[in-house]
């Protein structure tokens, strides 16, 4: 059965500028970036080497092409920081949509958007020790 989220696909007109945007403003690493030889890339990224679950950024026109049955929507993810308030200053620095921090039962969150307005959401969790 399963044990394990390994891997969310995400979908994107331009893997460059999703590169990009994970890359220099999110602080994610680059795991790896591939190509099959037939124009299909995937570029799979982490927030650390550590962290189990990684993204996988597609080209979005490929694989509609390739599968068009395919949803290929955003997934309603949301990401986990000890540094929520750095987090949102940096992408209101960059000129990327950054909600107001709410403060949930759960704890403080904000939603943020990317180059291609995909939405997705901060939780305030501190690092276990």
Do not use: C
């Not at 620095?93 to 039962?105: D, M, Q, V, Y």
């Not at 958007?113 to 276990?128: C, G, H, L, R, S």
């Amino acid at each position: 059965m399963i044990h394990k989220l390994g891997q969310v696909m995400l979908y994107v007109n331009d893997q460059d500028q999703a590169v990009k945007f994970w890359r220099d403003i999110m602080d994610f690493i680059i795991v790896s970036d591939q190509e099959n030889g037939s124009g299909m890339r995937w570029v799979e990224i982490a927030p650390s080497r550590e962290s189990g679950t990684t993204i996988v950024l597609h080209d979005k026109a490929m694989v509609a092409e390739l599968e068009p049955e395919m949803n290929l929507g955003t997934p309603s993810l949301m990401f986990y920081s000890d540094k929520i308030e750095l987090l949102r200053e940096k992408l209101l620095e960059h000129k990327f949509p950054a909600g107001e921090i709410t403060n949930l039962p759960s704890g403080k969150v904000f939603n943020f958007a990317d180059y291609e307005n995909n939405y997705f959401a901060v939780m305030e969790k501190f690092i276990e020790k």
